[in-house]
């Protein structure tokens, strides 16, 4: 047989099981004549028929006509097979699912965010993260300073009108009431001067500050 080498023809069916080789003249020759053979049966008669057409066809169907074949009437094995060659078909490619498709998708875009932050981190300035509240213990520690503020407020309140007024529940009540808002007017003074502080920074100043702490 001559070198075996892929080929594509015919519609684009499900190849048959087994080994495929391409069709020569003395292969149609050979299916032709066994198409009218009378001593094969109607279904080998027939499959010789069909088979005799396409380019290429199933290494199996062929021996099984040809051994079925009278040896008066039938070529060569060798002979017959003379400048055939295997025919190798490509595997279907293997269809990703939706889900990987998403998968594979985001995972360039970020692999080209980071390419694109790497080739621009030298020319664009860094982003100013010193912003308040920005994590979970700034938060915290906000609001028990102002819990704290505002209960000392109350106290401070309460036993100023305690000392003024006597032991009069009512007026000792709306003091520690009176402390508390005022501790809460002063700690929300206090967070616009921060803030306002923060804000009127300039960028160079605040990264300074990070890189000496």
């Known amino acids: 047989m ?12 499900p190849p048959p099981p087994g080994l495929i080789i391409s069709a020569t003249e003395h292969i149609r ?8 053979d009378p001593s094969l049966s109607g279904q080998l008669r027939d499959l010789a028929s069909d ?3 396409p380019a290429d ?5 062929l021996r099984e ?6 040896p008066e009437t039938r070529p060569g094995w060798a002979r017959l097979l003379s ?3 295997f025919v190798f078909t490509s595997p279907k490619p293997r269809e990703k699912s939706e889900e990987l498709k998403v998968r594979l998708r985001k995972l360039s875009e970020m692999a080209e965010k980071k390419a694109y ?6 020319i664009t300035p860094k982003k100013d993260t010193n912003e308040p509240f920005s994590s979970y213990k700034d938060q915290l520690g906000f609001g028990l300073h102002v819990v704290v503020t505002m209960f000392t407020g109350y106290l401070l309140g309460y036993f100023a009108f305690r000392a003024l007024f006597g032991h009069s529940p009512v007026m000792n009540a709306a003091g520690g009431i009176l402390g508390l808002v005022c501790g809460m007017l002063l700690e929300t003074l206090l967070f616009i001067i921060r ?11 605040a990264s300074r500050t990070k890189k000496n702490q």
Not at 2 to 13: K, Y
Not at 29 to 36: D, I, N, V, W, Y
Not at 57 to 61: D, H, M, R, T
Not at 195 to 205: E, F, G, H, M
């Open 195 to 205: 803030t306002s502080n923060q804000d009127l920074r300039p960028p160079s100043s």
């Open 29 to 36: 020759g050979f299916l032709s004549s066994a198409s009218r």
């Open 57 to 61: 066809l199933p290494y199996k169907s």
């Open 51 to 53: 088979l005799s057409s």
């Open 83 to 85: 400048g055939s060659h």
């Open 117 to 122: 932050e790497e080739l621009v981190k030298d």
């Open 65 to 70: 006509i040809w051994f079925a074949s009278r």
């Open 2 to 13: 001559a070198a075996a080498s892929p080929a594509a023809t015919g519609p684009p069916n």
